[in-house]
């Protein structure tokens, strides 16, 4: 089946940049996602890019997908406390209407050092 | 504000148990999922529903039912609770594009 991997933990000091990766191996992937779960808490969807789109960028948040690689990053600009979380990249292709869901990594643990 | 609401946050059953997970939307979203998350294994699909009365199993559906008798509620049901279905459950609507999340209900088994 198909496949989305991320490592699992990382760890930054507070106020440099966050830069988590995702390799994925569905080829026909229309959308990919970045989701965000803060302790105790569902997932949020925190920003997607469209798979024809090599990159995204919102605020202190930029998306850069490389679709020859299979691989999408999320890098987060002057990481703060309140970023610590649990990020997923994910991913669909909604050849099934959006019944086939989507397929998610394991998720990293991003922490942040003081 | 659209909304996935799941009725519980936090329940404890004993082994054998039989044990309802409740889900609702608000968006008229034709899918609904339930999954579950576990530390290190990430999210895995148990159980999907693309219309009423209709489901499909995913990944580990074993130990699991489902039920969907209107478009906004999705159930999630554990016959006979086990201690390896102590998890973190989450419950899921889409159309196409995004897929929102309920809060999670935490069950632990004793």
């Known amino acids: 089946g198909e496949d989305v991997e991320q490592s699992l933990f990382l760890s930054v000091r507070e106020g440099d940049s966050s830069v988590i990766n995702c390799t994925y191996t569905?080829?026909?992937?229309?959308?990919l996602y970045w989701y965000k779960q803060e302790p105790g808490a569902g997932l949020q969807l925190l920003t997607y890019i469209f798979s024809n789109m090599d990159m995204k960028q919102d605020q202190r948040l930029t998306v850069l997908l490389n679709k020859k690689d299979k691989h999408l990053s999320l890098r987060i600009a002057d990481t703060q406390t309140g970023d610590s979380a649990i990020y997923f990249c994910a991913e669909s292709n909604d050849s099934g209407g959006g019944a086939d869901g989507l397929t998610f990594g394991k998720g990293t643990h991003l922490i942040i050092q003081p | 504000d659209v909304k996935v609401t799941q009725s519980s946050r936090y329940l404890v059953k004993r082994t054998g148990e039989k044990v309802f997970l409740e889900c609702v939307q608000d968006m008229d979203h034709e899918n609904m999922f339930w999954y579950r998350q576990d530390p290190g294994l990430g999210l895995r699909l148990i159980y999907f529903?693309?219309?009423?009365?209709?489901?499909e199993k995913g990944d580990i559906p074993e130990g699991y039912s489902v039920s969907r008798e209107k478009k906004e509620r999705f159930s999630l049901i554990l016959e006979s609770a086990s201690t390896n279905q102590t998890s973190m459950y989450l419950c899921a609507s889409r159309d196409s594009g995004e897929l929102f999340f309920g809060e999670g209900s935490r069950l632990t088994v004793l």
């Open positions: 569905d080829s026909s992937s229309t959308y």
């Open positions: 529903s693309y219309d009423v009365k209709m489901k």
